[in-house]
């Protein structure tokens, strides 16, 4: 991705080692939150168990992620129109795993997640990462794709470790292959209020000062119910409380990337936001994921005009910081096998002291 494009989208990726701690739910309701807020938003599903693919695509849409790597299809293509007004997917598929481990051959080693992202750049506002939990090649392709980390945490036990473990594998990529990178903050999942919560919540804000996010997503029996009808907890139950909280966290992480310039210079306000992301939820053509046919395939929109601006927060990214120096270190990344080799000596060191 190019620092100098000021139309390129911003890519936030959703990752914690541990699994179960929200990320599915994150990514996906993230998405459908942006995609309400106003921006074109691209959903990408790098977790080969498709969690968020199943729920916004049919099973064996295509061409899909692996396609791409493999260089059988262009990004424009596996970007599918999701029924969600504003918000395309890159679905996943199982054999994402043979890409994890390294054995597909076909992979070409200069098909590095972001340099496939950087071809849809000025289509979107926004790429979401679903990332699969652990650190493998598909985390690390996910997080240099990024330009920032969202970090979902539980407050149970080991959320501070957790937190810790994918704050310094950050650490770590920032100090070698990805300098650009940093984490956007941490939020609270599932959260019941319990003294536990708050006291895990007290050592998380202690912990990492300035990173968690104000707005925590309550634990809500609904995002289990929406997960069964296959839906974003947003669109099934726009008035549920959980859809308020991701409405409110959507908003504060565009406060926080407007205070950051990653933004147009345009006027924010939390309050405008909020209500905008609550009052589209609620059209009843804002998402028609009832419909019983398959989502409407359709290319990716088209480039934007690099001066449109939409809704006050401008498309316009001020972004520092990203060098072109992506590409030459993403060669051999993918698939090289050797993380070694992709990472550099010194990042290694560091990234294997984090993986402890
Ligand atoms: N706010 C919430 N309230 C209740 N259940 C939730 C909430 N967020 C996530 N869940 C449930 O927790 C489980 C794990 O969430 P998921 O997003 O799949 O985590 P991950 O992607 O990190 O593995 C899922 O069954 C999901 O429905
Ligand atoms: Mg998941």
């Keep these: 991705m190019s620092e100098t494009d000021p139309a390129a989208p911003y890519t936030l990726a959703v990752y914690n080692h541990k699994g179960g701690v929200g990320k599915t739910t994150a990514s996906l309701n993230l998405a459908v939150c942006l995609a309400a807020a106003g921006f074109r938003c691209l959903l990408v599903d790098l977790d080969p168990q498709q969690s968020s693919t199943t729920i916004l695509a049919r099973s064996g849409t295509s061409p899909n992620l692996v396609d791409v790597m493999r260089r059988t299809a262009v990004i424009d293509d596996a970007a599918h129109q999701t029924p969600v007004e504003n918000l395309w ?13 390294g054995l597909d051959e076909r992979i070409r080693p200069n098909q590095g997640l972001r340099t496939i992202l950087s071809f849809s750049q000025r289509r979107f506002d926004f790429i979401v990462i679903d990332c699969p939990p652990a650190m493998g090649l598909l985390s690390i392709n996910a997080l240099v794709a990024a330009d920032s980390v969202v970090i979902p945490t539980t407050s149970g036990a080991f959320s501070l470790q957790g937190v810790h473990r994918t704050n310094e594998t950050v650490t770590a990529l920032r100090g070698g292959i990805a300098p650009w990178l940093g ?8 959260f019941e209020g319990s003294q536990r919560d708050r006291q895990v919540v007290g050592e998380l804000t ?47 992480i565009v406060g926080r990337l407007h205070r950051l310039r990653k933004l147009g210079d345009g006027e924010f306000s939390f309050e405008e936001v909020a209500a905008r992301i609550e009052a589209n939820l609620v059209r009843p053509d804002f998402a028609r994921l009832d419909d019983a046919g398959p989502p409407v395939e359709s290319p990716a929109p088209e480039a934007a005009e690099p001066e449109r601006k939409r809704d006050g927060a401008s498309a316009a990214k001020a972004r520092a910081g990203i060098g072109g120096i992506a590409a030459g270190f993403l060669a051999g990344f993918l698939c090289g096998g050797a993380v070694g080799l992709l990472v550099g000596p010194r990042a290694l060191a560091v990234l294997t002291a984090a993986l402890g």
Excluded: C, H, W
Aim: net charge positive.
């Design 89 to 101: 997917i890159i679905p996943a598929t199982r054999s994402l795993t043979l890409l994890e481990s």
């Design 183 to 190: 984490v956007l903050g941490i939020v609270i999942t599932l």
């Design 206 to 252: 202690s912990g990492f000062p300035g990173q968690v996010f104000r707005n925590r997503i309550r634990f809500d029996p609904e995002v289990q119910k929406a997960e069964v009808k296959r839906q974003p907890v947003g669109v099934f139950n726009p008035m549920a409380p959980a859809t308020r909280d991701y409405a409110q966290l959507t908003a504060e």
